[in-house]
């Protein structure tokens, strides 16, 4: 079956969602992070960034905030273009774990399996992987450089989140060492935790974001720079991530309720894949208990709902003018 949606149709939903979700005042900024709790709670901004390259905004779209876990997407892809599918599953995995995105427990229960690139441990083990083993400076290279080429621009690093992310970052550092001890970290582990903590301080706008969706959503073709960042055989695998653990413990409810592959960070970003049609993303600082922003969430399903937008139900999607 073919659906036809006209842009002015995507235009319009865009602006019902952000007019339906501005007012919101659930959730709170994640605290744990003190630079985080200090963003102004009420920004918001919704980018979708269409396979032909364009993008519609509203709200705030230009502002610069904290990447965090939305980046492990970026180094997953960065490590499957270096390792391939079936090693990245024999040294780390492609599961679910069903628990909160930092846990040690899980760990443990996967038998000393880091089990997916998009959560902690598995995130810390993919900066590990990195290639040229050994060299953080290189390693560092490479990791802004796929996050650039996926969102069409650089990021930047917020300085002041990245020394506050270290000064906090107590519970990842148990992470590290337990995969040290279980030899599931595979180069310095203090340097795959500096990585690793990095990359999540690194400041994005909800427009790259939804340009790094539509890119994965495009095969790995850049629809805005025209450029092709990955190999468009790791398309597939790298959206059932993100369908599988884009919510960590939320994912199957995330899915059954909005139809769309997505990865949240507790900087308030959710970024979402729609494959063949487009990528989408969506801002707000404060969070629910379980580290994603609550007007992002509502805005990407209002969008998805009302366009009759969904990765399971078999239609082939024209965006027509």
């Known amino acids: 079956m ?40 009420d920004l918001f901004g919704i980018s979708i960034c269409l396979l ?4 519609i905004t509203i709200g705030d779209t230009d502002y610069i905030f904290g990447i965090e876990s939305v980046s ?25 774990t069903g628990l909160p995105f930092n846990s040690l427990l899980a760990i443990l229960q ?29 390693k560092w290279a490479a990791i802004v450089k796929i996050i ?30 337990l995969l040290k001890n279980y030899n599931r ?8 935790l500096d990585l690793y903590t990095r990359q999540c301080s690194l400041g994005v706008t909800a427009t790259q974001l939804a ?19 990955f190999h468009e055989e790791l398309a597939a695998p790298v959206t ?17 309720t909005s139809g769309i592959p997505a990865k949240t960070g507790v900087g308030g970003g959710i970024m979402g894949v729609m494959p063949g049609v487009m990528g989408i993303s969506a801002f707000a600082p404060p969070i629910d208990e379980s580290g994603n922003s609550v007007k992002a969430q509502l805005a990407i399903k209002h969008i998805m709902n009302n366009l009759g937008l969904n990765v399971f139900n078999g239609k082939q999607i024209n965006i027509v003018k």
């Open 52 to 55: 032909n390259g364009e993008t």
């Open 240 to 256: 059932s991530l993100i369908a599988t653990v884009g919510f960590y413990e939320h994912s199957g409810d995330w899915m059954y």
């Open 110 to 138: 996967e038998n000393n399996h880091p089990s997916t690139p998009l959560v902690n441990a598995g995130a810390i083990t993919a900066c590990s992987m990195v290639q040229p083993v050994g060299n953080p400076e290189a």
């Open 72 to 96: 492990k997407v970026h180094t997953a892809i960065l490590i499957l273009q270096q390792y391939g599918v079936q090693q990245i599953l024999g040294m780390i995995g492609a599961d679910a």
């Open 185 to 192: 970290i595979y180069d310095d582990p203090e340097m795959a």
């Open 211 to 229: 340009i790094t969706g539509a890119t994965i959503a495009n095969e790995g073709f850049n629809p805005v720079t025209k450029k092709q960042v």
């Open 148 to 177: 650039t080429e996926l969102a069409g621009s650089a990021p930047k690093l917020i300085e002041e989140l990245y020394k506050s992310e270290s000064e906090t970052n107590f519970n990842n550092r148990s992470i590290t060492w």
């Open 2 to 41: 073919i659906k036809n949606i006209s842009v002015s149709q995507i235009k319009e939903v865009v602006q019902q969602a952000y007019e339906q979700v501005k007012t919101n005042t659930d959730g709170k900024n994640a605290d744990y992070i003190p630079f985080l709790s200090g963003v102004d709670k």
